[in-house]
């Protein structure tokens, strides 16, 4: 896995509407990148709709939100369609990212782990738990509390 003080990988995947993302393209701003098994499930949809619930002072900080899952485009579309969701969804359907982060599970869902990533790209902590709270929390301690 990815760990902290490492550079966080570049990658190119499409988002929930199909479009390419990458990562790089948020160089110059600190972003939380956190992956989660699956969309509309029960604790990822309370993580998602914590990170939309403070997306507004993340924003204020200028912090970019990016969620990654193995799902097809088209569920990652529904899931940030039916949560009002404001922040980029990555469809990970290869498992490239997942791989590529170390996060990939043992049934080939992404694990529910967050990076949160300096503006140079650094990866400044990782939250590694299968409960939703501590990824809000620390994100929110690390770039909101300043």
């Known amino acids: 896995m990815v760990a902290k003080g ?9 988002n929930q509407d199909g479009t390419s993302f990458r990562l790089s393209s948020l160089r110059g701003t600190p972003v939380v990148l956190y992956f989660y098994p699956k ?24 912090v970019s939100v990016v969620g990654v899952s ?8 529904a899931f940030r369609s039916k949560y009002g ?7 990970d359907r290869s498992k490239a990212v997942a791989t590529q982060y170390g996060v990939l599970g043992p049934r080939g869902n992404a694990r529910r782990v967050t990076f949160l990533i300096d503006p140079r790209g650094t990866v ?6 299968p409960s939703p709270a501590p990824h809000l929390e620390r994100a929110r301690a690390t770039f909101l509390a300043a």
């Open 6 to 14: 490492e550079v966080a990988p570049d990658f190119e995947a499409p």
């Open 85 to 91: 969701l404001p922040f980029p969804l990555i469809a």
């Open 39 to 62: 969309a509309d499930t029960p604790g990822c949809t309370i993580e998602a709709k914590g990170f939309r619930d403070h997306y507004d002072e993340f924003r204020a900080k200028k």
């Open 124 to 129: 400044v902590d990782v939250i590694d738990s």
């Open 70 to 77: 193995t799902d097809e485009c088209e569920e990652q579309k």
